[in-house]
């Protein structure tokens, strides 16, 4: 039982490029979740699902799109990264709402 | 919009010393209320998570708290030890179910 894992560990970008970060969770649970950290800022919520083929808006969603077409798997995109997303990306998930939420293990990403 | 505090952002105590975390929440209407432990460089790690119609949850040395009505919450730690450090993050949980705030975390360093 792995939990919730995420890949790559570490990315560097230039600005301009794309890229996707995947994370795959096998407990089952039906709502999914990606974050970033950043010094300063907390942690935020980026997009999240509750359940397979649907996603939704959270705090900080500009520059980001995700999908979900499977339930245990949720991929976050970049478009065209800019340095003002560089930064620590969190996966979690839970049973439903209102639920603990299980964390990956983070990917830290760089963008030159 | 839900702020969540805590305060202090760094603590440094002796080991064996029991000590509380504090989590303040400026909304009252939070549902949950879950701490978190993080090691450098890591994921989060849930610790508790205080239901809406709780007030305390325990965990072997640990016991997190919630009062709604005064916008606070507590993580206490019994006989603290130097494996206890870490920062700890506490973060609400909104009505809808689908996004935890996060608080800034307390660095805590248990020194033998």
């Known amino acids: 039982n792995a939990g919730v894992t995420q890949t790559p560990k570490f990315r560097v970008l230039k600005t301009g490029q794309s890229m996707t970060l995947l994370c795959a969770q096998d407990?089952?649970?039906?709502?999914m979740y990606w974050y970033r950290q950043d010094p300063g800022m907390g942690l935020r919520l980026i997009h999240y699902?509750?359940?397979?083929?649907?996603?939704a808006k959270g705090e900080v969603p500009d520059g980001y799109n995700v999908s979900r077409l499977k339930k245990q798997n949720f991929l976050l995109g970049l478009e065209s990264a800019a340095p003002s997303q560089t930064s620590v990306y969190f996966c979690?998930?839970?049973?439903?709402?209102?639920?603990?939420?299980?964390f990956g293990p983070g990917t830290r990403l760089t963008v030159l | 919009k839900q702020e969540v505090t805590q305060i202090p952002a760094a603590l440094s105590v002796p080991e064996g010393e029991n000590l509380v975390l504090n989590c303040s929440f400026t909304?009252?209407?939070?549902?949950?209320l879950q701490w978190f432990r993080q090691d450098p460089g890591k994921g989060l790690t849930s610790l508790l998570l205080?239901?809406?119609?709780?007030r305390e949850q325990t965990s072997g040395r640990l016991n997190a708290s919630l009062d709604k009505s005064s916008g606070r919450s507590t993580l206490y730690i019994a006989a603290s030890q130097p494996g206890d450090s870490a920062t700890y993050l506490c973060?609400?949980?909104?009505?809808?179910?689908?996004?935890?705030?996060f608080g800034g975390g307390t660095r805590l360093m248990v020194k033998p």
């Open positions: 979690a998930s839970s049973w439903r709402g209102y639920n603990e939420q299980f």
């Open positions: 407990m089952n649970h039906e709502y």
């Open positions: 699902s509750v359940g397979e083929g649907t996603t």
């Open positions: 909304d009252s209407a939070i549902y949950n």
């Open positions: 205080i239901q809406s119609s709780q």
């Open positions: 973060a609400g949980d909104n009505n809808a179910g689908n996004m935890l705030t």
